[in-house]
């Protein structure tokens, strides 16, 4: 599977950005989807994902209840609704393929591509 993630961009503090991750491949699916960021100087973190029919997901703690992860399986699309966001999601986002949610924040993972998002103060 292929992913393009686009989305990403300057926002101020308490702002919306809605980051996509296209994928390409007949199986998409069949895959738990997700969402992973990386900080300058930092190591890559666990953000959300989706279950492959949508209906389970998993949040890292700093994001919960201001990020949702979404998928639209017949436009082999998952999506990150970033609410009140704040400078320290200051990041390069990548979206993420996995069999399953386990292996996927396990990081046995396809990559798309990231996309830079910049809040600023």
């Known amino acids: 599977v292929q992913l393009q993630a686009s989305g990403g961009g300057l926002v101020q503090a308490g702002g919306s950005l809605r980051l996509s991750c296209a994928a390409s491949?007949?199986?998409?699916?069949?895959?738990?989807m997700g969402w992973f960021r990386q900080a300058p100087g930092k190591e890559r973190e666990f953000v959300a994902a989706?279950?492959?029919?949508?209906?389970?997901?998993d949040y890292a703690d700093s994001v919960k209840g201001r990020f949702t992860i979404s998928r639209d399986n017949a436009k082999n699309t998952v999506y990150l609704q970033m609410n009140s966001l704040k400078p320290a999601d200051t990041a390069v986002y990548y979206c993420?393929?996995?069999?399953?949610?386990?292996?996927?924040?396990?990081?046995?993972?396809?990559w798309g591509q990231g996309t830079l998002v910049t809040v600023s103060s």
């Open positions: 989706i279950r492959w029919s949508g209906g389970s997901t």
């Open positions: 491949g007949r199986t998409f699916s069949s895959y738990a």
């Open positions: 993420a393929a996995s069999t399953t949610m386990s292996t996927l924040k396990a990081d046995q993972n396809y």
